[in-house]
């Protein structure tokens, strides 16, 4: 899930596209790759509060994922934490060889006992965006729905066809999901308009639209299909999963 602009809805579709594929029976894990670690408070867990986070796992040979990954409240939804200490590592990792592939090395012993793992990306094109690029088979771009979304996007695919060629030849562009889309406003339809006209097939048929629903869930540290099961924001989120398993 990637796109360096912020507040765009990344870590909000990382939990709730994950909690809905898991509704579905796959078995799913999320990976918190923002020092804010936003997506582990987004689970209930307190991130300053832990020993061991995702950063250990990239930065010391000797802390195995295993026991750093945690099973969240949610069924078939694991989570490898993050907080402030994986600040540090952008800096850190400049120095190590094969620093871009550090992400996919520490993820490979899990990744048979998953069907899908989400990353949750910083807003930044830094080096920790470019190890998740490096281990994954696509990229998720959420894209608000207001007027300066645009900007960026081609920096974005940019850094992503440079990462293909040179550091994943698999890499794709899974799909342009729009976010925060108010109904009752023209400027809303407008943007959408816009970003369809610009990216064709690649935006999914699925807009998440802009509702209260969903900050109220960051505070409750529940995935929305579990803390308002019959929301819309709930079934826009389950109409995704269908999206991403079908693509
Ligand atoms: N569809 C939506 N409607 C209303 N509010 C939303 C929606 N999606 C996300 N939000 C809220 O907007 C804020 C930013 O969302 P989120 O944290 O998911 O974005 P982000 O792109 O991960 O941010 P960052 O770049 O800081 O990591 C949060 O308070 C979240 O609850």
Redesign the pocket.
Known sequence: ?C?Q???????????NLGAALAEYGRRVLLVDF?P?G??SV?LGIQPHELDQTVYNVIMERSVEIEGVVRKTRVENVDLLPSNIDLSAAEVQLVAEVGREHTLLRVLRPVMDQYDYVLV????SLGLLTVNALTAADGVII?LECEFFSLRGVALLIDTIEKVRERLNPKLDITGILA???DPRTLHSKEVMARVVEAFGDTVFDTV???????????VAGEPITRWAPRSA?AAAYRQLAREVIAR
């Open positions: 899930m796109n602009k912020g507040g765009v809805g990344k870590t909000t579709s990382t939990i923002d804010q936003a997506l987004g949750d990306c910083q807003p959420p976010t925060m889309f998440i639209n802009r509702t209260v629903r969903f900050p109220e869930t960051t924001g």
